[in-house]
């Protein structure tokens, strides 16, 4: 059984910043790789960023590379999405993902998943 738990979504200017935060526990040595993916109204879920559960490989999509960084604390097992100079097109229910096949855009990758967080930017 795996759990993930997301917190830190909110409401925040246009320019702001947000963390958000992802509490993994259960069976987290299965994991290959923990991502973002985010939902905004009447839209698919769309990738965000991912990460080896060990290792150093990342992935961003082109939209928030340069705004948003991943990380990890392995020790908490955590993740985390630090998102600077957000834009009001970043208002989505962000998703916390976990998968044993790999690190890439696809969310047919991952087998679990939070039950998400909203972050709102207004303009």
């Known amino acids: 059984q795996v759990q993930l738990v997301e917190s830190g979504g909110g409401l925040v200017q246009a320019g702001g910043s947000l963390r958000l935060s992802c509490a993994a526990s259960?069976?987290?040595?299965?994991?290959?790789?923990m991502g973002w993916f985010r939902q905004a109204p009447g839209k698919e879920r769309e990738f965000v960023t991912g990460?080896?559960?060990?290792?150093?490989?990342?992935d961003y999509a082109d939209s928030v590379k340069g705004r948003f960084t991943i990380s990890r604390d392995n020790n908490k097992n955590t993740i985390y999405l630090q998102m600077n100079s957000l834009k009001p097109e970043d208002t989505a229910v962000y998703f916390c993902?976990?998968?044993?096949?790999?690190?890439?855009?696809?969310?047919?990758?991952?087998?679990?998943w939070g039950q998400g967080t909203q972050v709102t930017v207004s303009s």
């Open positions: 993902a976990a998968g044993s096949r790999g690190l890439g855009p696809y969310a047919g990758l991952y087998d679990y």
């Open positions: 990460l080896r559960w060990s290792g150093d490989s990342t």
């Open positions: 259960g069976r987290i040595f299965s994991f290959y790789a």
